[in-house]
Structures are given as C-alpha cells and as structure tokens.
C-alpha cells in the first residue's frame, strides 16, 4: 500500500515523486556517486540519508573513517540530492518515508531482499551496485598489519574480535618459551606466522599488540617503538612511572602511538554516561564506587596469578579509569586495606580509597574474592548506576529522590569490547592524533596509583 498524502507532493498540480536512499557514505567513491545519480533519476526529489556516527556504531559498523560532516559535505557535493537527513536509530526508515511522502526507496543491489518491508509503504528499487570498489575495501587498502607480542589468554579474544575490524590485520605472534603451546595452537588457528625472533617480526609489521606479564611491557614496548612501530598495549599499561613517561615520550619523538588498551575508555555507553554525569544531571559528584573482582583460583595457575602481580595491579584500572573521568586526576591521597592470600604473597582483595579535594573514589578489586561488579556515582541531585559488569556497559540509570525523573539508557555492546580500542588505535595510527577518550596524563596517573601501592605507601594489610 503506498502512502495516501499524495497532496503535499503535488506542485502546481504535478505529481513530485520522491526518492529515499540512505548510507554511511565513508571515504566517499564511485558507487556512492553512481548510486545518487541514479536515484535521483528515478524521481523529481532525492532526500539522502546519511548515517549518524552513534547508529552506525550501534549497527556494529565500528570503522568509518571520516566525520558526519565530511560525509555529509560529500552527498552534498555531487549536486544530487534535494535534501540530506541524518539517519539516528533502527526503523527510523518507515517514520522518514511517511513524514517525508517518500514514493520510492532505494538501496544498492547489495541489500537485495533486506528492506522488502518497506514495500507496505513506498516502492522498493535495488538499484545494481558499482563493481569493484567498497568503502571496506578502500579502508583495507592500507591495511595496517599487526603483529603480537606475548601470548596472555586474551590474544585468543583479541584474534576473534580483530576480525570485525576493517583496515587491520593481525599477521604475526611473538612468544618466547613460557606459552609456546598456546602461541602455536593461536598461530594456528588464526593462520599467524609464528616469530622466535623478534626483530623479524617488526620487519613484517606495522605495529604490535603488547600482551605478555606486567613486568615485561616497557622492553617490549621501548624495543617496538624504536624498531618505528605503533604499540597498543594491554592493561595493566604500567608499574613504574618514569618507565612509562619516557615511554610516552620516545613515542611522541617518533611521532608513533602508544595506546593504553583498557577496553572500557573506548566502549560508546561508558563514552555518554561520562558525559550525561559531567552534565550535571546528578548534581555535582561528590562519590564514585566502583568495583571489578574475580576469584581467578577456580581458572588459574598460581604462577599466572603471581604474575598479575596481585588484585591492584591486575584490576585496579578499572575503578581508576572511572574516578579519572569523573573526578578528575589531581587526587589529594590514596589508602589501600588489603587481604593477602594466604597460599601465595599477593593481595587478593583490596579495597582502597582516592581522596579529592571535594570527593572520594572508593574502588574494591580482587583475583581472590567475589562481590557485586557494580559501579556508582553519586551526584548532590541523584546518581547513576550501572550494574554488573559496568566495565562491559550495556545498559545504565539515573535515579532520583522522585522516582518519575528515573531514567533508563541501552547501548550495544559488540562481542568481548576488544574491537572498539583496536579501532581507536586504527583512527589514532590514520590521523596521527592520540586518543582522548584515555590521554596520557590518565594513563600516568593510574601508573603512578599502581606505583604508590607497590611501593606500601598507605597500605593496610589484614
Ligand atoms: N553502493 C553501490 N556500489 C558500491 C558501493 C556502495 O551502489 N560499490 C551503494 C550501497 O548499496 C548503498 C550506498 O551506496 O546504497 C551507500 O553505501 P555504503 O554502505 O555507504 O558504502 P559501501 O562502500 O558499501 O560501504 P562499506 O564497505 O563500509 O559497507
């Protein structure tokens, strides 16, 4: 059935038939150009809708290269399109052909079947698809080519999600004699060159994955930058913090990036609900709770939870990238009450508390003990809360005195979250900016909370 407000889409008593077509539009090609042409062909009007950047992450579309703006600039360049409307949310397609009195709606032949449903309200048209060039392909061109240093569970994650993002190629591992079985059953199932030597590695890539024990990521990361590759690295980034600020600025001299991968900083819900609470919605914040605990006995080896080097080092990241976003990084003092483990001499809970001039973080973490993952920030107007896993945010409320201004906020969270820092390094390495979802100077501060720890400064033990 096609719409029935044929009267507004007559013009001087002509029928205006208007054509609908919406896309991302990335690194603007051929296909886009053709594709608009012949739309507009197909009609007297040509409304394009372009997608916006939170849809398309929401969609899983995680890699587009250039901004809203530009690609908007881009649809509107080739002279096309009558109208240009910004695409925000899943079925929204149906609501822009009635308000709009659309006739026709059309997408390239790639699509072919995928909005058949449209047909209830407008004429569908597949319009054939431009051979051979793709934004995908374009952002794959220059595919940067990663190699891993260390072979950490997570590598396993790491290769799965790498799949999902365009325009990055994980090729090779390094791994010395620790977890050589594991190197080679990844190596193998993800078809990596395996590397004793690592020197031959970076020869072979452009820029490295650090994922080996704490203790061993400033030689590695210093070896890679000086071999001239960009270095994204996982947590715990650091334990000592001149080792890490002369990181960051042989990385600066280089003009290479180092990323710190605490995957949280980089996913869209933690991104909003930093800035809804920076609003001031809540008021202002006086307190942040935050806690991540495991019991990584029931899993682990106790060398490998050794290694960790206990709950603070492997975990206390997290909380503190929460108090830094929303507190800030110019903390006053820091206490920390920890229970030791009894089979092996590192803390397996810890409770510990970032003093601010006008607020407090209170974090609780642990690889020996289990409690409530939840995360909240309270506000002198109400708070937020984020259940277990906040680091994995899917889904947050803000909650009041009056219960009627409660409200409830959904994201989609893809796959393990990995994919989001992998393409934010991608976006940092292209546009030779670093990240600001998670600086440096953040980064140095978690460094320096870590070191205070290590160092017994403010710890109680029981
Ligand atoms: N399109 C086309 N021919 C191409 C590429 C795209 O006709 N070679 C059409 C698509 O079918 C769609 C519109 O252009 O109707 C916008 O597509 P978009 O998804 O933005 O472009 P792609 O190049 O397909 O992007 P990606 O590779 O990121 O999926």
């Known amino acids: 059935m096609l719409n029935d407000c044929s009267s507004t889409k007559k013009k001087g008593g002509i029928h205006i038939v208007k054509v609908i077509t919406y896309g991302t539009y990335d690194l603007f090609h051929q296909g886009h150009y053709n594709l608009l042409k012949r739309a507009k062909e197909l009609g007297d009007y040509l409304i394009v809708g372009v997608t916006s950047d939170a849809f398309d992450k929401n969609r899983g579309k995680l890699n587009v290269r250039d901004s809203l703006a530009k690609r908007i600039e881009n649809v509107r360049k080739t002279g096309f399109a009558d109208e240009i409307i910004v695409e925000e949310y899943m079925g929204q397609k149906i609501d822009d052909i009635k308000r709009y009195h659309v006739d026709i709606f059309t997408v390239g032949s790639d699509w072919r079947g995928h909005f058949d449903y449209l047909n209830e309200y407008c004429r569908v048209q597949y319009l054939e698809r431009t051979r051979g060039v793709s934004s995908t392909a374009i952002r794959n061109k220059d595919s940067i080519s990663l190699g891993i240093i260390g072979a950490e569970n997570i590598v396993k994650r790491f290769c799965e999600e790498a799949k999902y993002v365009s325009g990055m190629e994980v090729t090779g591992i390094f791994e010395q004699a620790e977890r050589m079985d594991f190197a080679n059953e990844l190596a193998r199932k993800n078809e990596l060159l395996l590397y004793a030597d690592l020197d031959k590695m970076f020869a072979a890539v452009d820029a490295v994955y650090v994922c080996c024990p704490p203790a061993f990521h400033y030689q590695y990361i210093k070896h890679a930058l000086d071999a001239g590759k960009h270095v994204i690295c996982e947590y715990p980034f650091g334990l000592k913090v001149d080792e890490c600020q002369e990181l960051f600025e042989l ?5 290479l990036i180092l990323l710190h991968a605490l995957k949280t900083a980089y996913t869209p819900a933690f991104q909003h609900l930093i800035s809804l609470a920076k609003t001031g919605m809540i008021g202002n914040i006086i307190a942040v709770d935050a806690s991540f605990t495991q019991v990584l006995g029931s899993r682990l ?14 975990t206390g990241e997290y909380p503190l990238l929460a108090f830094i976003k929303l ?6 003092q820091v206490r920390f009450y920890s229970h030791l483990c009894e089979d092996y001499p590192v803390d397996g809970y810890t409770r510990f508390y970032l003093e601010y001039e006008r607020a407090i973080g209170t974090a609780t973490v642990a690889i020996d003990a289990k409690s409530e993952g939840s995360l909240t920030i309270t506000g002198t107007k109400g708070y937020f809360y984020v259940p277990a896993p906040w680091w994995k945010t899917e889904y947050f409320e803000a909650r009041f005195e009056d219960i009627n201004k409660n409200m409830k906020y959904f994201y989609k969270f893809q796959g393990e979250g990995l994919r989001y820092e992998m393409v934010e390094f991608l976006r940092c390495i292209v546009t030779e900016e670093n990240s600001v979802h998670l600086t440096q100077d953040e980064t140095m501060m978690m460094v320096r909370v870590l070191e205070q720890y290590n160092q017994g400064e403010r710890v109680h033990t029981f």
């Open 251 to 255: 990385a600066k001299k280089k003009k």
């Open 327 to 332: 507190l800030g990084t110019d903390y006053h």
């Open 301 to 314: 080896p106790i060398q490998i939870r050794i290694a960790s080097g206990g709950s603070v080092n492997a």
